[in-house]
């Protein structure tokens, strides 16, 4: 007897063990269901508690999504310019476009998380160039906020001063935990800038009253999910979801990052021609935070102290006459990033110069050298998207302190990266890299707050899987 097709049932490796939901046109954005034919398979399962509330996510935003009656409804709150709301059937968190292309792959994920703890519908800015990167991650909805959303005007002019900012409220005494009356919607402030009163958005009291507000503008440029770990009525929630807690970002980004048609031919193209025949490929991201442009001798030197003395590549010989005794010897290719080209071309001539000594060769590959950060152009965009991407398909990662660019590459890859420490006055760092604890990203500007005692705190020393990261002392991370 024939049964009938069941669209629920794709096969696990194809699903990404089941976090990719059925229902979309493959054609569309062609990504999504060819990942797992590049990437190999997770070594982490997704728990089934997390599928079944992304299932059930994807139910909500499917019901509250954009032209939805009770989006419609919660807008005329918006619009209706009262001082307070009325309970809607919908809340929604909005996240506004802000920061470089790592930074903000990092903050939709951190969005989304708040969303699922909170019961609330993400809608993301659409920027510039959101919708030329990323595909629709929900089946028969859209995550994109409509183009004609009251407050976009806004959104550039939202700062720590605006009257509807939630740190400003509090400091002036205009919302408090008691209140029954709430405002329609709240501009949140978490960039790394943000103050004291807006960091009480990590306290549970502050929680509670921003549960009542229909509407969240959220800026920020800093993966924030560490902190929601130190809140009390989030941590049994995150616990059940991701028993192994490091897989956060891993998980959330395979699920809602999907590169659009346009950057999947960037990703495919490059690997298939440069990297898909090598026997081993190491992704090497180089980014420097100096004053002037470089390459610098000591950036050099110390990534050639990383992958040598961390056995990440075969040293060379010094005797160019030994030639190797095999046709066929094992092949290397490196995939290396960086804004300029001088670091990988160096390392390439070294390697073509002289041979190895264990006969393997090593092929040094770095797509595009934008020379600077040119977030306004589509193309320069995508490139960058592609380049995390085609890191993130990397047997072993050296990625460099404080980026945010290689922590998406290792969140995504499921890879404990070598970390290049960021170097102080221009010297090459000892040791020159260290390897990562977890494949989290790393919080960049955590709040220091004991919300219960109501004063400053040590929070990486507060429970065991938030401890402070390994390029940024005072970050957190979750271990
Ligand atoms: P972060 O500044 O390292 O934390 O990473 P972001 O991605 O947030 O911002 C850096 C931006 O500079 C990227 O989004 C790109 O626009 C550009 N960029 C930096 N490094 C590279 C690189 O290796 N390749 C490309 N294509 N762009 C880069």
């Not at 599928?51 to 139910?59: M, Q």
């Not at 009257?163 to 960039?191: A, D, I, T, W």
């Not at 945010?404 to 010297?427: C, D, H, R, S």
């Not at 090459?428 to 494949?439: L, V, Y």
């Amino acid at each position: 007897e024939q049964s009938s097709v069941d669209h629920t049932a794709m096969p696990d490796d194809k699903s990404l063990g089941g976090l990719l939901p059925s229902g979309f046109d493959e054609a569309s954005c062609v990504s999504r269901y060819q990942s797992f034919m590049y990437r190999k398979a997770s070594p982490f399962k997704p728990s089934s508690y997390l599928l079944s509330k992304l299932r059930n996510y994807e139910e909500l935003h499917r019901r509250c999504g954009p032209g939805t009656q009770p989006y419609n409804e919660a807008l005329k709150q918006l619009k209706s310019h009262h001082k307070s709301a009325a309970p809607t059937e919908c809340n929604y968190i909005v996240w506004i476009s802000y920061s470089g292309l790592g930074n903000r792959i990092l903050t939709v994920a951190s969005a989304f998380l708040y969303a699922l703890l909170t019961n609330r519908v993400l809608l993301v800015d659409p920027g510039t160039d959101m919708t030329d990167l990323f595909c629709e991650p929900f089946p028969s909805t859209s995550w994109f906020l409509p183009g004609d959303f009251p407050l976009t005007k806004q959104f550039n002019s939202f700062n720590q001063k605006s009257p509807q900012c939630h740190g400003y409220m509090l400091k002036n005494n205009l919302l408090n935990v008691s209140m029954e009356r709430v405002p329609p919607y709240l501009y949140l402030h978490l960039g790394h800038d943000y103050n004291d009163h807006d960091k009480l958005f990590f306290c549970d009291e502050d929680q509670s009253l921003l549960g009542k507000v229909p509407w969240l503008i959220m800026r920020t440029d800093n993966y924030f999910v560490p902190s929601l770990y130190l809140l009390p009525s989030f941590e049994q929630e995150l616990h059940n979801l991701f028993h192994e807690k490091v897989t956060i970002f891993h998980h959330l980004g395979r699920y809602l990052f999907h590169p659009t048609n346009q950057v999947w031919g960037l990703i495919t193209r490059y690997y298939n021609a440069y990297l898909a025949r090598a026997d081993e490929r190491i992704g090497v991201q180089i980014r420097t935070f100096e004053d002037g442009r470089g390459p610098f001798p000591h950036v050099q030197e110390q990534i050639q102290a990383c992958l040598f003395k961390e056995k990440i590549l075969p040293q060379v010989s010094k005797d160019d006459s030994s030639i190797s005794s095999s046709k066929n010897p094992k092949s290397i290719a490196v995939l290396t990033t960086s804004l300029i080209s001088g670091y990988s071309e160096t390392m390439r001539d070294m390697y073509w110069e002289h041979p190895t000594v264990t006969g393997e060769v090593v092929g040094f590959y770095q797509p595009s050298h934008e020379e600077f950060q040119q977030s306004h152009k589509k193309m320069h965009n995508r490139k960058a998207w592609a380049e995390m991407y085609l890191l993130s398909l990397s047997d072993k990662l050296v990625t460099s302190a404080w980026s945010t660019f290689g922590y998406v590459a290792q969140g995504l890859g499921g890879l404990k990266p070598w970390i290049l420490y960021k170097p102080e006055n221009k010297k090459t760092p000892q040791p020159p890299c260290g390897r990562a604890m977890s494949i989290e990203p790393c919080f960049h500007a955590p709040p220091f707050w004991d919300c219960k005692a109501k004063r400053g705190t040590d929070t990486g020393k507060i429970v065991p899987h938030v401890i402070h990261c390994e390029d940024i002392s005072w970050g957190l991370k979750v271990f």
